[in-house]
């Protein structure tokens, strides 16, 4: 079975500080996808990132970031100079053929 | 581009009753996926439609059911609702089943009562 650990329910950070939100998976998959999505108080999923497995170089989209460490099946996402509106819950998903997705984390950024 | 629709955005029926949430995808995209999530918790994959086939199916009981039509929009319809069925209903689109990039509607948001 495919599942996914966010083992933080909870972080804050102050403002433009970094964050780094963690994240490992179980599969016997060779071929996925990662992703790293944000959920506001609107509660609509918000992509943030993705990763193929396929690529050993780590995504970046701006100030959000991952690690991506196939074989420790682990895939945390970073953010830098971290600003009032990234005040969200962070869902960790894996996709081999349905997506899986984490517990979440809330984070809250601090002024 | 309009992004993933649904609707209702917000509804409450009773315990029996039958519902039916709306999906259409963003405009090119042929597959659509469906998720429900409790309060409290991640998303979980109810289906995914491909080309108006069921190409995935999660761990739900049989009173969920879903079609793709051929304009590629979907809907789910659950029946005998039970109070356990309260969430939010998420649909999501992407060009093709495994496309590295999903998007996801607003939701609709379900109460039993």
């Known amino acids: 079975a495919q599942t996914v650990t966010q083992s933080q329910p909870e972080m804050s950070v102050q403002e433009a500080e970094t964050v780094t939100l963690s994240c490992t998976y179980d599969t016997s998959e060779n071929n996925y996808y990662l992703f790293w999505y944000k959920q506001p108080p609107s509660r609509q999923m918000i992509l943030v990132i993705r990763q193929e497995a396929y690529k050993q170089q780590n995504a970046t989209e701006n100030r959000f970031s991952v690690n991506f460490q196939k074989a420790a099946k682990s895939f945390s996402l970073k953010i830098s100079d971290s600003q009032l509106g990234d005040t969200a819950m962070y869902f960790c998903a894996f996709m081999a053929n349905d997506m899986r997705f984490g517990a979440g984390t809330r984070l809250t950024v601090k002024p | 581009d309009a992004g993933v629709t649904q609707s209702p955005t917000h509804l409450i029926k009773t315990r029996g009753q039958q519902v039916t949430l709306r999906c259409s995808p963003i405009?090119?995209?042929?597959?659509v996926s469906w998720y429900q999530q409790v309060l409290g918790q991640g998303p979980q994959f109810i289906f995914q439609?491909?080309?108006?086939?069921?190409?995935g199916r999660g761990n739900f009981p049989d009173r969920f059911s879903a079609r793709q039509f051929p304009n590629y929009s979907s809907e789910l319809n659950v029946n005998a609702l039970l109070l356990g069925d309260s969430a939010l209903y998420l649909c999501?689109?992407?060009?093709?089943?495994?496309?590295?990039?999903?998007?996801f509607g607003e939701g609709s948001w379900l109460t039993v009562v």
């Open positions: 405009s090119g995209h042929k597959s």
């Open positions: 999501a689109s992407s060009l093709y089943g495994q496309a590295p990039a999903i998007y």
């Open positions: 439609y491909y080309e108006k086939e069921e190409r």
